[in-house]
């Protein structure tokens, strides 16, 4: 049903009711002027009730939380105002009570609908919130993910041609130092275990590496090359 065929439904029990009330006073035998305040202030009242309720029925910028509740608070306080001219013309309250009643009834609705409002948009901002700062979170690990990545590729880089420049030190150097024996048998260890020792991943090993290249001591090089595990 589109919403403008369904206006009927809003206007016409309202209508119906501002006619009953209407011929209770027509038909009213003592009729006097001070008897028509609470009615024209209810009808003004309860005019203003149902428009809001068109328009929040109507409108698409709140959402349906709001609408709801807004709709709820609407229809309590325009039964409540119903009622309070209801008892108002059987003579039940007093003008003055039920004047209070019915002005109440429309702040009341005003105060209600303004914080239901407010809450909502306080809550649709801290979710907002915490979506953002989920948000950065993700990113922050992702550029940490990233970043590790990068450092991981490059000591990986950085391993596989300290190994290359090891590999080639002891193919040289195992033509160099051909007739000393116990210099050929650390190479031939340190052969074995280039590949998996933890001591080839580091820096450090380039210090060792480039005193080997510069010194032709044997003695020196067998000792440096048996500290190496």
Known sequence: MKFNRALPLFWMPILAFWSFLISIHINSSNLALEDLVTTIIYCLVSFLLVLQLQLILGGSNEGAFVKFG??????????????????????????????ILL??????????????????????????????AWANRTSRLDNQQKKASIES???????????DEWEN?????STKYLLNSFIIDEISRIKDILQYSSYFRYTSSIATLSKLKHSDDEDFILRTLRDIN
Do not use: H
């Open 70 to 99: 807004s709709i709820n608070i609407i229809s309590i306080c325009l039964l409540v105002s119903s009622l309070t001219i209801l008892l108002s013309i059987t003579g039940l309250i007093g003008i003055e009570y039920s004047i």
């Open 153 to 163: 590729s490059k000591e990986r880089r950085q391993a596989i041609e300290l190994r």
């Open 103 to 132: 002005i109440g009834s429309l702040l009341l609705n005003t105060i209600l609908a303004e914080l239901l409002s407010y809450s909502t948009k306080k809550i649709g901002t801290q979710i907002s919130k915490e979506r953002q």
């Open 169 to 173: 030190y002891l193919k040289d150097a």
